[in-house]
């Protein structure tokens, strides 16, 4: 919840998963204090970031995707478009070399239930060769692999390990928030399970279209006890196609 106006009996806030595509994209709606007239103010599609005036009558709202770069608009509560501030220009960016990751949406280990992640390639693959996998997890209920579905030039080492010769893959998997109730609870009491059959089940089905060889696959992560240490915990699996 970003403001509430008494006057209005109007509730601002954002939200996640209602609008078509990623359901990780927040944007910014209002709604009455009756629960009536629920009204979408960003309706571009992208993760939404807001800077509400301090009359809250109008608001910066930059958007972007993990591929796209950011834009800034200038909007009013009302929903009206005042005019576009901003449009990121990444052509240094790509001059160097910069490769944007590439959003895909597979299926969950139960083969029904979609789930999202980005996948870095090297800058140049040889079409003749298949590439082992490096997956980076962070699962779990209080958040995700992923991170930020916001544009950013940097995602931690992921593009950078593609570079040496690897396909990386961070998958949403299953029980992570901004999803639905019945999504968030699908790990509960079970959080062992770790999100290890989505995290199988995406890169099987990535393999269909990407260079992936399936038998050779690395895991890696940041756990909580590793991070007071400053260390990664890493594991390796191996997967029969």
């Not at 993990?66 to 800034?72: F, G, I, L, N, S």
């Not at 597979?106 to 079409?127: H, N, Q, S």
């Not at 692999?145 to 998997?173: C, H, K, M, T, Y």
């Amino acid at each position: 919840m970003l403001r509430i106006d008494e006057k209005e009996r109007s509730i601002y806030f954002t939200g996640h998963g209602r609008e078509k595509g990623n359901p990780y994209f927040a944007y910014f709606y209002k709604i009455g204090f009756d629960g009536k007239g629920l009204t979408l103010l960003t309706p571009e599609t992208g993760n939404h970031s807001i800077y509400l005036s301090p009359s809250g009558d109008y608001f910066v709202d930059v958007y972007s995707q993990p591929d796209v770069p950011p834009v800034a608009d200038f909007r009013n509560t009302k929903g009206a478009l005042i005019t576009r501030l901003e449009k990121a220009d990444i052509s240094r960016l790509q001059a160097k070399g910069w490769k944007a990751p590439t959003p895909v949406t597979v299926k969950a280990a139960d083969g029904k239930t979609d789930i999202y992640g980005l996948v870095f390639t090297p800058t140049k693959t040889d079409p003749s060769k298949k590439y082992p996998v490096i997956d980076y997890i962070y699962p779990g209920p209080q958040g995700g692999s992923v991170g930020s579905w916001s544009f950013s030039p940097s995602r931690g080492d992921n593009q950078a390990l593609a570079e040496l010769g690897f396909v990386v893959v961070a998958i949403e998997g299953t029980s992570n928030p901004y999803r639905s109730k019945s999504f968030h609870d699908m790990s509960y009491g079970n959080m062992a399970e770790n999100t290890l059959p989505d995290q199988i089940a995406a890169i099987r089905q990535l393999s269909k279209t990407y260079p992936i060889d399936t038998t050779k696959v690395g895991i890696w992560g940041i756990a909580a006890e590793a991070l007071l240490q400053r260390q990664p915990y890493c594991a390796t699996l191996t997967f029969l196609k």
